[in-house]
Structure formats: C-alpha cells, structure tokens
C-alpha cells in the first residue's frame, strides 16, 4: 500500500470516509495526529449536531485535545488507539449529562 501525504485540519473531510481501521493505521503509522482528528470531529460535530442531535453532551474541548496530544507524543496503544469515540446517553458515564431520549431527565448527571 503506498504511503499517503500527512492529511490536516483543512482536508479534515477525508477523514470521514476512511474506515477505523485505515484511521488507526494512519495514527500508529503518525500520517494524522490524533490532534488532527479530535479537531476535525470536533468541527464535524459543530457542523452537524444543530441539524441531527446526536451529541447530548461532550467533554471539556481543551481536555479532549490535550488527551490528543498526549496520545501523540507517547507511544502508539490498543487497536482503537486514537479514536475519538461517543457513547451512547442510554450508558451511564460518571459526570456526563445522559437524557436516555426523554425530556424528563434533560438535567440528570450520574456521580
């Protein structure tokens, strides 16, 4: 498989089209930070959750992508290494806002 360019924030797009495996691979291989892909899907969810409210809640942005450039100076991880990832609001995550779909619990935060 031939070596791609390093992609940036400005060809943030292509990213979405890649599989996750291609994206880890592109990661472990230093060919897209992890930086570079936490602020493309951080811009991919400003662009789109006004329209589809997909996102109920989401983490600090400067946490986020200082976790990103954590994972970009250390060594590569686990076979999602890198990957942003969502979780459903049906699961429980400590400190995060979950609705479970139902205006009833818009404030609920687990502890």
Known sequence: MPKTA???SEASSEVFRLDAVELVRR???RELSCV???EATLKRID??????????AIRDRDELLAE?????????GGALFGLPLAVKDLAAARGMRMT?????LERFVPS
Not at 69 to 75: E, Y
Request: glycine share 6%; aromatic share 4%; hydrophobic share 50%.
């Open 27 to 29: 990661l472990r291989a």
């Open 68 to 76: 990103a450039k954590a994972k970009d100076s250390g060594p590569a």
């Open 47 to 56: 662009a789109l959750n006004p329209t589809f409210n997909a996102i109920v």
């Open 36 to 38: 570079e892909l936490m």
């Open 6 to 8: 390093p992609m940036c």
């Open 100 to 104: 479970m779909g139902s205006p009833l």
